[in-house]
């Protein structure tokens, strides 16, 4: 079965400060995609970024990147010099081929981001 | 060019009451998918549906819970007799395939008092 681990609940940066979520996964499939999403504290879910397995190549977008390492069943995620608005719960997620569509999500990390 | 919409935002029902949530997928998006997000929890799956047929149901509770979406409006998903324990937020996605990634709505908060 597939699972998707967010060992850090809680996240309380001071403003500028880079910081680093953490996210393992668990899949007896080759092929599966992984997600951030995020969550503000008005509630909806934001699509950050999905990757498929084959493609382990480091992303960045403006103040985040995310790092994707096979050999550790990793997927982490730093947002750099944070901002008061990057507070939010943030969620990984991990989907499998053969059920593509179906998303196991980690119980996510709440970013506190301080002035 | 709207997201995904869900009606009402917030909902508040009594023990023993029914409850329907509303999801009108994206423009061109046929694939819709409902999450449960109990309290301090990720978002767990519950639904698969295209088009007036379920695809996964797998996640649904047996009892109480269905959901449709049919040929014309929007998908539904009803809960039966609501208990505290239903009390938690409800996302939709919607996609144009099955194998494109979803986006979600911002959701429905079910109280059950």
């Known amino acids: 079965a597939q699972k998707v681990t967010q060992a850090q609940t809680e996240i309380s940066v001071v403003e500028k400060e880079d910081v680093t979520l953490d996210c393992v996964y668990e899949t007896r499939d080759t092929t599966y995609y992984l997600f951030w999403y995020k969550q503000p504290p008005s509630g909806e879910l934001v699509f950050l970024i999905r990757?498929?397995?084959?493609?382990?190549q480091n992303e960045i977008s403006g103040r985040y990147s995310w790092n994707f390492q096979k050999s550790t069943s990793s997927f982490n995620f730093t947002i750099t010099a944070s901002q008061v608005v990057d507070s939010a719960v943030y969620f990984c997620a991990l989907s499998e081929a053969r059920n593509d569509y179906k998303l196991s999500f980690g119980a996510g990390t709440t970013v506190t981001v301080r002035a | 060019n709207a997201g995904v919409m869900q009606n009402p935002r917030h909902l508040v029902r009594r023990r023993g009451q029914e409850a329907r949530l509303r999801c009108s997928p994206m423009?061109?998006?046929?694939?819709v998918y409902w999450y449960r997000q109990l309290p301090e929890e990720g978002l767990k799956f519950m639904v698969y549906l295209q088009k007036e047929n379920i695809i996964d149901e797998s996640g649904m509770p047996k009892e109480r819970f269905s959901a449709e979406f049919p040929k014309e409006g929007p998908s539904i998903l009803r809960i039966q007799q609501v208990v505290r324990g239903d009390s938690a937020a409800y996302f939709c996605?919607?996609?144009?395939?099955?194998?494109?990634?979803?986006?979600f709505g911002q959701g429905t908060r079910l109280t059950v008092v």
């Open positions: 990757r498929n397995s084959f493609d382990e």
């Open positions: 996605a919607s996609s144009r395939s099955g194998q494109e990634e979803a986006f």
């Open positions: 423009k061109g998006h046929s694939h």
